[in-house]
Each structure stands twice: as C-alpha cells, then as structure tokens.
C-alpha cells in the first residue's frame, strides 16, 4: 500500500512538473515579456535594465526554477489586459465555474443513474430505447448549440429564466455564492443543463453497460440461481458493484467538465475560469493562460490521485494486492 | 473471425440508416465542388445585395437558393456543403495524424518496453490529463500569438488538425500498445524474432494487422469527436475565419441573427452538423459494441 | 385652508422623500469593456465615456452638447498663450479629499507626460501652473482655439490619492503598463465605483455629495460586457437588463415590435473609413513596391466598394454613406468634400491597369469584430468587392484588444478605423491624429506613413487660428486635399442604436456616449 502510494505521489509531482515546464515556456517564450512592460519609447538601455531586473538574462533553468518558486507561492504574474494578478483574478473566478460543476454534476448523477438503470434492466422496452436514442442525439450535439437552443426557448420565448450571467450572489468571505439567492440559483438552472447533458449521457452509458456486464458474472448467475429476489439482486449487488466506476469516472470527469465549462461560459457570459480564460485566449494574454493551465493541471492531477487512492482503498482486489 | 461476420450480417436497420446518412454527407461535402450550386469561397460569385434572402419554401424565397442565404448573400446551401467538407477535412486529418502517431508508439511502446514504453506512455499520462477541448484551444491560442498568419484560411485548418491531433493519439497508442504486449508474447511473433527478421519487419507484417481493428473503433468514435471539437473551436473565435468557413463558423455567424427572424443561418449548419456527428457516433458505437464481447447481443 | 395646504405639503413631501429613498438600479450591457479605469492610459472613447460617470472635467458637454463649467466654473485667456481657470470651490473626491489647483496641476502634469499614451488629447498645453488654491493657468504653445473642447474629455485626479498610491506617472494600454489608477478610480463624478471586474462587470452607486444638482434617480448601475449580440439582445428580453448599447441593426425591427421595449437611434459623429498603407512596402507583397503608392491603385480600390448594398444590407439602411471624414455638425465639415466616388468596379479595373496592375495584387485587410456596428460583416463585403476587381484580400479579424495595438504597431496594410473627432468634436483632431506625420502631439494614430505637406503646413495653421472662420477654411482644405489624395477610403457614418425597456429614459448623444447621470428609471 505505501509502496504504492509513494509511486502514485511521484507520478503526479512529475506530472505537475511537466505541466509547469509547458506553463513556463508560454509565458517566457510566446510575447516578449519586456515588450508587455516597458513604456513604448523605453531606451535600449531601459529595456536591457528591465531584463536583468527580471532576470531574463540568467540561464533559462534558472529562471524556470524561479518560476517554478514563484508559482508555489501562488504568484503568477499580472494580466496583461486586466492589468491586476493573476491569482487574484483566478481567486475571483473560481467559485462561478465549480459551483457550476457541482450542479451540472449532481444534476447528471441524479438522472443519469435511474435513467442507465432502465436501459440495463429493460433493454428492449420502448422506455429505454427512447432514452438511448435521446442520449446519442445528446452527445452529437454540441454544447454551444443545447446553450443557444435552451436560451432561445426558456429565456427569449418563455421569459422563464436568465439568459446570462450568475444573477445575485452572496458574498460569502472570499468566496462568492449563487446558491443563496433565487435570482442566483435560477442564473445557474440553464448553464448547469447545458453543462451536463454531455456527462448525463456518459454517466447513462456506463451504467447501463457496467450493470449488463455484472448482471452476466458468474457472480449474479449464481445469486440468482440460489433464489435469491430480483429485487435484491438488482439493487443490492449489482448496482452496488456497478456504481463503483460510476463514481470513478464522475470524479475523473470533474476536470474535463472545468474544461468544458468553458464553451458553457462562453454561451451564457457566465463569469467564471472559463470565460476569463477564453478571452485571456482571444486577447493573447500569456499569464492568464499559463497560470490557467497550470491551475487546470494541478486540478486534474489532485483528482486523478485521489480517485487512484480512493480505489485503492475500496477495490477489494487491489487491497488484497496490498497486504 | 466467424462470429464477427455473423455479427456483420445482422446489422441493425438503424446503423444502416445511420451509416448510410453519414456516408451521404461525407460524399457530398468532398464532391461540394461539383454538386455545390455556388462555390462560396469565391470572394467573387456572390452579391451582398442578396443577404439574408429566406429558404425557397418560405414565401420570400428566392428560387436560385434552396435554403436561402447568409448575411453576405452566399447561398446557404453551397456554404453548408462546402463547410462540411472544412469539417471533415479537419476532423479526419486529425484522426488520421493521431492514428498514425498513436499506432507508432503504441508500437514501439509494446513491442520495446522498458524506457522507450515509459517515456512514450507518461507523455501520454501527461497529455490524457488534459481534456481535448482545453488542449486545443490552447494549441489554437498560442499558434495565432507566436505567428499572426495562424488564423488564415490556409494555415488555420493546419493548426486545427495539430490541435485536435495533440490530444487524441494517445489512445490509439495505449490500445495498440496493450495488445501488441498480447501479441509478442505469441509463439508466432516469438518465432520470427528468432529467424532474425528485423524489428520494423515484425511490427509492421506481423503485429499490426492483428491491432487494426479495435484502431478503427476508436477512429470512428474520434471522427465524431474530432468534428465537434472542430467545430466548438469555430464557434469559440479560434478556428476557421469567415471567409472560409466551416460548419462551426457559419453557426458562430448564424448566432448574431437568430433573433431577427433569420433563424436559418444558424439552424441549417447545426442540423447539418448534428446528423452527420449522429450518424458516425451510432456507427462507431455499435463497431464499439461489436468489438466488446460482453455486450454484444444485448441491448 | 392653510391646514390643508400644509397638509398637502407634508403628503407631497413625504411622497418626495419615499420617491428619493427608492432604490432605481439601472443595469446595461454594452459590446465590450473598459480598457482600464486610468483616464490617461488609453485613448478609446467607450472608456472615457463610462469613466465620465467617475470623474469631471473642467468644463463638460450639457443636454444639448453645449460646453459648459464642470469643475472649473469660468475662465478667460489673459494672454494670447494662457488661460485662466476659476475652480469650484467645496468640491471632494469620492475618498473625502478636497479638490483644488494642486489636483488641476497635478492631472495635468500626468496627462502632458511625453509617455503617456494619451497625451495627444491635450497636444497644445505645456504647463499647468497654480495661481492660488482655486486658480489654475494652463500655457498653451501659442494661440489655441480649441482649448475648452479638449479640456471637456480630461478628467481630473486626486493627486494626493496618486501621491500615495505610485500613480503620478499614467499607465499606457499600448504597452502594458500599469498603476494603481489602472484597477481603482477616485473622482469628483456623479457616481462612485464601487467594484470593477474586468469583463464581468463594473458596479457604480450614486455620489450624495456631488457637487452638482442631479438630473437623474438613478441609485445604482450595474454594467456587464456582453459581446454576443445574440445575448445581449436575448438579456433584454427577458428583463435582465435595463438598457443595452449599442443594439444590433438587425435586431431593432424585431425589439421595437416587442411589447415593453423600444428602440432608441440618432446619426452619430462616427464616421467609419479604411487606412491605407503608404510606406514603401505592403506586409503581404515584401520586397516589392507598395501599389498602394500610386494615387490610381487608392482611387481604384475606394470606386470598387459598393457603399449603397453595405448601407442598404449590413448596416440595414441606418447608416449614412459619406466621401469625407468627418461628420456634419462637426467643424471642418463641407458639403463639396462630401460627395461619394462612386461604385464603378469597371473603372477601378481600368484604374489598376493604368497603374501597372491589371492583374491585381495582393494586400491584407485588418478589421476588428467588436468595435463598430457590424465591422466584420463590413469588412467581408469589402474583402468580396476587392477580390472582385482583381485585388486579392486576405482578411484578418480579430478582437479590438489585440486589433489596435496592432493598428497601433503598424502590423497592417488596409484596416478599419472610426473617428469621432472625440472628444473636442471638432475636425481638427482628424488633421492632428490622422493626417499628419507622427512628430511631437501630431500624427497620434497615423502609423501607416500618409504625409502631406500642404496638410502639415494647414494643420500647424489652424493650431493657433483664433479666426473661427478662417479656421475652419483651413480645416476643409485639409480635408478636400485627404480626399483628393485618398488618404483614406471614407464608408459610412454610422447610427446610435440602443434598446431599453419601457420606462427607462435615457438621451441619446452624437456622439454615442452613454450618459447615465440624464437617466430616469421608472
């Protein structure tokens, strides 16, 4: 187990290294970072000054190990378009893009599973063939074009919710909430669909196909055979070992729905990461995006090891492994 | 083998259907030029006096074009095929590069292990903990920063297909990587290597063939995927300009529109869209369905 | 009966006092954002017009856009080169500071900084000088006619505010410099910021102690960036917003229709034209000579732009078609100057075979896609209408963040600019940004090489003329030679659009500023 936790620790520091090292070489390399500060008519001298201030003119490790001392302490430069620290404005940003990923994730939970149930148990009634149907028509769309559909018929026809924005939120210390307010949690009714629907049909799938597979094993054969409810076989044992996955994924998927939020973001102004990362995109301004990759990297890594340990854990298997 | 081709002989109706629209579409995007009515690349064969004309059917249409026009009086119709070709051209370069790549080292990476696998696999590792979309964009962003050229309409579907190929290959690699571990492990493959046939030799002759089938599941699944991200980035400001665009493109344009009544700009390329993602994707997912032989005969 | 008048009185009172303590927000949206909040930093007229609600001139533009006292409250030249400026008196700042000359003088001081990027907006000025606590001299460089119009558009700072904070040196948008009055703005205006999120919103509150006598009730306003038109018009709709400026030409039919909402439209000064590339070589052809040199290839590429099918389509008749570049009601304006070329694609043909291209060439087209009414759509068109006579366009669009910069480096061959003569409304600024060679204050956004000589020598004319009409004679010659030589290519004067909802009163000015401090919310 500790052999095993250490390897899984290496593994994620190498990760988050090679993921600086991509951050660092945009920042040092795309733009000429001198250009971005000094005064247009600056002498060469200014600018030659400015260099050795920044310590540009060190061995390119060297400054990747400043950098890389910098980034711990959670300075990622200044935005060159918003003019103000980039943690700052990541800080900023955050609480809109996860508390949108929380809903847009229990949301797919929460009809995902019944909804992959069905298709497992009943797979040729007309229920879950709809449902199937649906779901291919679900993940063929994209996501810019559910946004705009549902804006044009919940917002602009129906005049039932917001088109835009986070509506009223409550500041909460740092921590920004939409979930406090009615006009806040209906800003998050559209965007959250919009957001899940892909992860819906993903979490729909595996549920149906992990059920199938362990309503085959040997395992359920033999439950069954023993007389036992099938009731009791359904719920109890075989969405008990389906589920395990399930969770899985729904956790390895958080980061891709960060990433994903941003097309969502985009679509309904919504001002979270995504949407200063877009524009940071649009705009060329290199520390936003350096410091949002290295942001989305540091995510993605934490989850992917905690999920690995978490299964670790659980998986009986691996635990046998262990000891 | 045998049970494969039996599985092939009963092909649902619906993969057909699918299969069959998919292929209709992939054949008259890459024929536009010919069947096209108007080739709206042609800075010069349209008149902006005939923006924004309604669909044939509708009562203002006008008979030269069948689903009326763009905001630049392209006909709607040619702009829409010619798109799709932008599209698929794209999503398919993409696919192809990521699975030439990916087969590569998913070969070397199986066939050598030891340092070559863990290099090529952690990079792999590396790349997967990143999402397609946020990759891409990235790739797209940077490429238009270091050169000014990026967005135009010859270097922008090049930077598309790195952009999208950046991420995708690493699944090819870790398939082809799995079962060629299976594969040089046989008794044949074994065998060879003992005769003294050069490495490139066994790879090539004797272990890819064996790995191109799950390859092609995966390509097919991605050839939608590839499409879609194609054209997210379109819509997003990042991919093709609007002198040519791709299906993404004219949605981004059509958006401006939809509330003024001229709903068809938007609409036309993202039903186009959509089929054509539809088609490959029920396609790709019962090739998918095919290939696991857990699920195969059930729902 | 004096019971009842007294009571009356006291009813009408009380109502007032409720009408008064009603919290009015108004909550807009706009196509973009503020480029900084310092004043001095840039030179883009969205800005300057939102920071007006933060800060006051010296003098400003009323109602009627007449110039009247803001924070100076008269003023008179004493010698032909210095004016004297009398002060408010018991003016503060939002942060309780006290304005006096020291705040003019330092302002000014920052704002004539040969750094600073928008020095040009005050070319004329060398010194600012304190006479007393409320008395101010501004020395001009010789006889300068249009001293009040330029002070309408420079705000004034709170020195001992940029004294403490590292600000007396101004931040510049071209190259990324900063300060502090980057991200925070104390003023003596109408309203207070209360927070500013860089596109996602900026939110004001309503100053209690303004000097100056409220027109307007509102308490609060909430501004947020949206750059889609599709959603900024769909926010309207469903009552999110209050106000949206500009809205988009092809939406105005469908939103006057809507119940609850109306359109609101006047011509702007805002006049859209194409730049031209006079230096020797063009980005897209190196090595070889620019055709664009030759007076026949510019005439050529100005008679294959059909103005009428982008009036009549893109700009959806609400534009007006215009052959000079400036507007109307704005001095240096003649009728003769104004007449159009004219849409001859033949001629242009004929033009470019003339001048040794009768195949074309190849140039880039620079255009922005979130600056004006339907610039990307604009520029399309004229992409197609250039191909069509030979000249093969490669068009770039991008957004106006990485567009002017660009403008302003000269990365470009034929681009896309609009011109309002803002903020001292007067043709002059088009001779002294755009004409003339960028030497000293002059040439400010002429980085393409256009020079003329005649324009030189009229532009440091009219600098000094305190003739009026001799003035402007100098300001239309100088024009009609621009046009002769076509140092642009003119297209269009473009409209003020925005919708509101019902209820919400808000004046409409030429030159599109928003402002809210006439607004009446119902």
Known sequence: MLRFLIARLGQAALVMLAVAAVSFLMFRFVGDPVAGMVREDASVQEKAELRQALGLDQPVLVQFGRFLGRTIRGDFGVSYRNQRPVAALIAERLPATLELVLMATLLSLALGIPLGVLCALKPDGVAARLVQAVSLIGISTPTFVTGIVLILTFAVTLGLLPSFGRGQTVQLGPWSTGFLTVSGLKALVLPSITLALYQLTLIMRLVRSELIDVLSSDYIRFARARGLSLRRIHFTLALRNALMPVITVTGLQIGSLIAFAIVTETVFQWPGMGLLFIQAVSFSDVPVMAAYLLFVGLLFVLINTVVDLLYAVVDPRLRVKAS | ?299 | MNRIVTLLAAVSAAALAANAGEAKTLRWSANTDIATLDPYAHTESFTTAMLHHVFDPLVRRGRTMQLEPALATGWKAIKPDTWRFELRRGVKFHNGNAFTADDVVASVTRLIDPATRAKGNLSAVIKAEKVDDFTVDLVTKGPYPLLLNDLAGIYIMDKEWMEANGALKAGNISTGATTAASTSAIGTGPFKLESYKPDAGTNMVVNADWWDKPEHNVTRIEFKPIKSDATRVAALLSGELELIAPAPLQDLARIGAASGFKVIEEPALRLIFLGLNHRPELLAMPGQKNPMLDLKVRQALWHAIDLDAIQKRVMRAKSRNTGTLVAPPVPGYAQANDALLGYDPEKAKKLLAEAGFPNGFKTGLACPNDRYINDEQTCVAIAAMWTRIGVQTELKTESRATYFPRIDKGEVDAFMLGWATLPPMDGFSVLSALLTEPKEAYGGSNRMGYVNARIEELTRLAAVELDEPKRRAMLVEALKIARDTVAYIPLHQQPVAWAARSGVEVPQFPDEYVRLWFAQVK
């Open chain 2, 1 to 299: 083998m045998a049970s494969l081709s039996r599985s092939l002989r009963r092909v649902p109706l619906s993969v057909w259907l699918a299969g069959l629209l998919a292929l209709a579409i992939i054949a008259a995007a890459a024929l536009s030029p010919l069947i096209a009515p108007f080739n709206p690349t042609d800075l010069t064969s349209f008149n902006l006096m005939d923006a924004e004309l309604p669909p044939r059917f509708s009562a203002e249409g006008d008979p030269r074009f069948l689903l009326g026009t763009d905001n630049q009086g392209r006909d709607l119709l040619s702009a829409m095929l010619y798109g799709a070709r932008v599209s698929i051209l794209i999503g398919g370069g993409a696919v192809a590069i990521a699975a030439v790549v990916g087969v590569m080292l998913g070969l070397l990476a199986g066939y050598f292990g030891g340092w070559v696998d863990a290099v090529i696999m952690r990079i792999g590792d590396i790349i997967l903990s990143f999402p397609t979309i946020l990759l891409a964009l990235l790739v797209a962003g940077v490429a238009r920063m270091l050169f000014p050229a990026a967005s135009s309409a010859e270097w922008a579907p090049i930077i598309l297909v790195g952009a999208i190929a950046i991420h995708e290959w690493v699944q090819y690699a870790r398939t082809v990587r799995a079962a060629t571990m299976v594969e040089s492990a046989r008794d044949y493959v074994r065998a060879v290597k003992v005769i003294g046939l050069p490495s490139r030799q066994i790879m090539l002759r004797h272990i890819l063939p064996n790995v191109m089938g799950p390859v092609l599941v995966i390509a097919t699944i991605n050839l939608a995927a590839a499409v879609l991200t194609e054209a997210t980035l379109s819509f997003l400001g990042v991919g093709m300009p609007p002198t040519y665009p791709s299906l993404g493109t004219l949605i981004r344009i059509g958006n401006e529109f939809v509330f003024s009544g001229v709903w068809w700009i938007a609409l036309f390329p993202a039903l186009l869209l959509v089929l054509l993602v539809l088609g490959v994707n029920i396609v790709g997912d019962w090739l998918r369905d095919l290939f696991n032989p857990k699920l195969r005969g059930r729902g």
